[in-house]
């Protein structure tokens, strides 16, 4: 059994590589974009600083001007909806869908466009607990927190699909 199981390790590793499978928020951000700015128009300011750390931990430097940067990415709004999912008897709500959605582009400073508008959605389910009214607010902001750091994965992702034009000079 011993001498299959390498042989069979290798495989494995192969077939998940050659899939394009990724580790969960592992983003391939291309050479090229290797400083940006972070503009944020109509959104939430607290998307900034998690973007920046997240950008500066894949080695791509953050400009604070957006003068100073080649490619800007551009928050352009972003958005946090809260519906109703379940009810009680006593016709209270108990539990609600929160829905975060960021939408944003990538431009060079030039004025071309790498990537044109784009959405990302994160979802989760809130139950209410009306018996902890603090805690489920608490709760519910620890849920927009994270969902606030998957949908900056999501955007990570979305820069790694960026093409560049190859004509530009660096």
């Known amino acids: 059994m011993q001498k299959f199981q390498k042989p069979l390790l290798i495989i494995a590793f192969l077939l998940l590589s050659s899939c394009g499978f990724h580790l969960r928020g592992l983003a391939e951000i291309p050479d090229w974009l290797n400083n940006i700015a972070i503009v944020v128009e109509n959104g939430n300011r607290e998307l900034e600083p998690l973007l920046n750390a997240e950008l500066e931990s894949y080695h791509v430097k953050v400009s604070s001007s957006k003068t100073k940067a080649p490619y800007w990415l551009i928050i352009e709004n972003d958005s946090l909806q809260k519906q109703i999912t379940n009810i ?83």
């Not at 603090?134 to 790694?160: C, H, P, Q, T, W």
Request: net charge positive; proline share 1%; aromatic share 8%.
């Open 88 to 170: 009680s008897a006593s016709t209270t709500p108990r539990q609600y869908l929160l829905i975060y959605t960021v939408q944003f582009s990538l431009i060079k400073n030039k004025g071309e466009t790498l990537l044109s508008s784009n959405t990302v959605t994160v979802n989760r389910q809130f139950t209410l607990n009306n018996d902890r009214i603090l805690g489920s607010d608490y709760e519910e902001m620890i849920f927009k927190r994270e969902m606030e750091r998957d949908a900056v994965s999501l955007i990570l992702s979305r820069l790694g699909t960026a093409q560049q034009n190859t004509n530009y000079a660096h």
